[in-house]
């Protein structure tokens, strides 16, 4: 049986944000249901121990959350959640006690991505507040991320883009340093005990529709993760946000083996393991450039 040290589970695929970096799908608005999300995790038992519960959308938006993560408690599954921050006080009590929830990514970079949002100060001070009392009352660790730099860093210095965000954190944690302005390496920086910095370039999600692409290179889809969107589509990675490569439906098979070792899913990993990029949608993600490089 092939594991995954990510499964990613679209919970919604509903956004209360409209960032220029995180294009809005042209799928039908969808919410799992409880039961839905049982039955994912049933048929994903085996393959791997971590979820993470997006792909497109705001999964905080999910009016039952609470909920989720006591099943996924009950079966085993560790909880991982990526979110944009802005509602973090409407749920913080209902998650921030929960035993399956392991990390919360905050992707602080909304802020700048998104008109909607004014109040810089109060945005970014709730999601340290909340940071801050998940340290006294949990186990959580919490990773703050600012993916919006650009690759070339003597322009990230000069533009200075990130400096209030940066200065409330030393403000906050009583840091005796400044935090650089600079490109982290994935694993980021430590702030604190189960506190982590992340900072890095823009990518820009795939799309049939780019003209640059090349045949060679690797990923990590189907190796090291999945992606389940909410209507139980299962792609190769979290970035096939509109479900391009559908390998298969989850509610529609026996269990996840059976679509991973698919005739499609294997011509994937053995073309990545020979460097070989099969899928068009593939072949155009500025993401996957990373690994080839």
Known sequence: MKKFKKIYIEITNVCNLSCEFCPQTKRKSETITVDKFSEVLDKIQGHGEHIYLHVKGEPLLHPQLEQLLDVSYSKGFKVNITTNGTLINKVREKIIGKPALRQINFSLHSFDGNETTNDKYSYVNNILDFTKEALEKSSLTVSLRLWNLTEDNTINLKNKRNNYILEMIEDFFSLDYKIEEKVIPARGIKIRERVYLNQGSEFKW????????????????????????????????????????????????????????????????????????????????????????
């Open 206 to 293: 795939p799309d049939t529709k780019l003209e640059d692409e090349d045949t060679v290179g690797f990923c990590h889809g189907l190796r090291n993760q999945i992606a389940i969107l909410v209507d139980g589509t299962v792609v190769p990675c979290c970035l096939d946000g509109e479900g391009v490569i559908n390998l298969g439906n989850i509610y529609a098979a026996n269990s996840l083996n059976d679509i991973v070792e698919s005739n499609r899913a294997l011509n994937i990993f053995n073309g990545f393991s020979n460097r070989q990029v099969k899928e068009e949608l593939c072949r155009k993600c500025d993401y996957r450039r990373r690994f080839s490089k």
